[in-house]
């Protein structure tokens, strides 16, 4: 009596400890749910669950919308597949049937009659115009599983989902902030799996210093839980000035890609509670296309990501990629598309990027790539980030690559960002999942940003300091792993974890190397 109480209290208003109590009681209910194995497999239920409730929501709304205007109304989803048709009255259908509606490719609907079940129905949907949700929807379900076995708990669930009102502007914003929460344990829950998840201060900071623009397209080609695009779609929109940019900002301006099915159905959620109404990103790999069928139609004005790295792609993925700079580092990939997907014309395309300390002191096929960069484009900035920025689960030296197509580039500007004070007092001085990076940190480099000049924490080098040659010409390395010369003069004791993933990404380079040699004296032997 006194949970159902505070149940109706957790309606009645839109508190964000109040939501926040309703999301807790729906885990908890799951955790009785013997098909499900801890919050990797508790969060994403939730999410496609909240999923189908907000679509209803927001179809209510805008079918109104089209009464009052007296225009006829395409719905998403047909009857009887709707949230209102099966999930929103508390004593609809419960149980074994629930389950197997849900689950089945054929079942008997809500309605008595047989057809599809629930997620054949929402996987077979199909749009008849560009940007039709039809398509958002189907493409979401076709990497969805219900996990749940027992369909009287999947009810009780389903009814506590039902208490959150999404035609609520103000219930959407507070849900929004309990949906960043449910993300960043996600990531917690992921260990390894978590690579998605970009620490929202280092976004924010990066969108702020690219500054996009109204009319420019941005592109996140690994957009995990869409954090980047969510946030240049917060940036833009305070840039809107009339109802022209607003339409504009919600068609054709925010692009992603997303190959793994849980953080594309993240991202999507994600988009569409922070006001994106169609999100624009593709389920596949953003590396399946060859580089050099790419035109300017496939180019873009901004891109703002952060790439996985240390994994390794199929030798179908690397055939995409000029001969002489295929790698099985994905971070070298993916910068090498970046740098295809930006526009030449009529704005220069611009791009911030993430990647490893190893990208900055690699050689070979590493040391070319970065050669092209420094000599077609304009590398004008890399922001060095503190250790532990990524912590536990990219546990590496990071740092922010911004660069344009305004090449070559002329000269390259460090920005070290320090740690901050009360950390440094510290034994171990370094940000951790308890201690994190605050946005409030990289204010001193935003001001530096339009200022530039040299200080303890900035200094700048010429493109000739970075690329080194043989006496025939040949590239013989291309380091940016450059020390601060105007920082305090210490020794670096790096902790032993720190020191072990240094010597395992220069191991993976020598060998790397090595059968790159291997395989170039293969060929003169061929010749």
Not at 213 to 237: M, N, R, W, Y
Not at 366 to 385: G, Q, S, Y
Not at 387 to 414: C, S
């Amino acid at each position: 009596m006194k949970q159902k109480k505070l149940l109706e209290n957790a309606v009645a208003s839109t508190k964000p400890q109040q939501l926040a109590f309703l999301i807790k009681s729906v885990r908890d209910i799951m955790r009785k749910d013997k098909g499900l194995n801890g919050d990797l497999d508790r969060i994403p239920m939730i999410i496609w669950i909240m999923f189908l409730k907000l679509l209803d929501d927001q179809e209510q709304v805008r079918e109104a919308e089209a009464k009052l205007a007296g225009q006829k109304f395409q719905p998403t989803i047909e009857p009887p597949y709707r949230w209102r048709d099966w999930a929103a009255k508390e004593s609809g259908i419960t149980g074994p049937e629930l389950i197997a509606f849900i689950n089945q490719d054929e079942a008997v609907r809500p309605d008595g009659t047989r057809g599809p079940g629930l997620f054949a129905y929402l996987e077979s949907l199909s749009g008849t115009e560009e940007r039709d949700r039809r398509d958002v929807v189907a493409t979401v379900f076709k990497g969805t599983v219900n996990r749940m076995l027992n369909g009287y708990l999947l009810r009780d669930v389903m009814n506590r989902i039902n208490s959150i009102h999404f035609d609520s502007t103000e219930e959407i914003h507070t849900l929004a902030f309990l949906y960043e929460s449910l993300l960043k344990e996600m990531r917690d829950a992921a260990g390894d799996s978590g690579e998605f998840y970009t620490p929202r201060p280092v976004i924010k900071f990066m969108v702020q210093a690219v500054d996009p623009q109204i009319g420019e397209t941005v592109l996140d080609p690994a957009a995990g839980t869409g954090g980047f695009l969510i946030e240049a779609f917060k940036h833009l929109s305070a840039k809107c000035r009339k109802a022209e940019d607003f339409e504009q900002l919600q068609k054709g301006t925010l692009f992603g890609f997303e190959a793994k099915p849980m953080p594309f159905l993240l991202c999507q959620m994600n988009m569409l509670l922070h006001g994106i109404e169609t999100p624009e990103v593709d389920p596949g790999n953003a590396l399946r296309f060859p580089l050099r069928e790419m035109g300017e139609k496939d180019r873009v004005d901004i891109v703002l990501t952060n790439p996985p790295f240390g994994g390794e792609e199929e030798r179908g993925i690397l055939g995409n990629f000029p001969e002489d700079k295929q790698t099985a580092e994905t971070a070298l990939l993916f910068l090498q598309l970046i740098m295809r997907k930006l526009r030449r014309s009529p704005k220069l395309g611009r791009a911030g990027i993430v990647v490893p300390n190893g990208t900055l002191f690699g050689d070979g096929v590493c040391a070319r790539i970065k050669e092209e960069l420094l000599k077609e484009f304009n590398l004008h900035t890399i922001v060095r980030l503190p250790l532990g920025v990524f912590a536990p689960y990219a546990d590496i030296q990071t740092n922010l690559l911004f660069f344009d197509r305004g090449g070559p580039t002329k000269e390259i500007w460090f920005y070290e960002i320090p740690i901050a004070e009360e950390h440094r007092q510290k034994r171990n001085p370094r940000y951790s999942m308890t201690r994190p990076m605050r946005f409030e940190e990289f204010a001193d480099c935003l001001v530096w940003w339009k200022q530039r000049k040299e200080n303890e924490y900035a200094w700048r080098v010429r493109p000739e300091e970075v690329l080194k040659y043989d006496d025939t010409g040949t590239l013989v390395s291309a380091n940016l792993d450059l020390k601060n010369p105007n920082g305090p003069q210490y020794v670096e004791h790096l902790p032993p974890e720190q020191l072990v993933d240094d010597i395992l990404s220069k191991e993976k380079r020598i060998i790397e190397i090595l059968e790159e040699a291997k395989e170039a004296l293969h060929g003169n032997e061929k010749s």
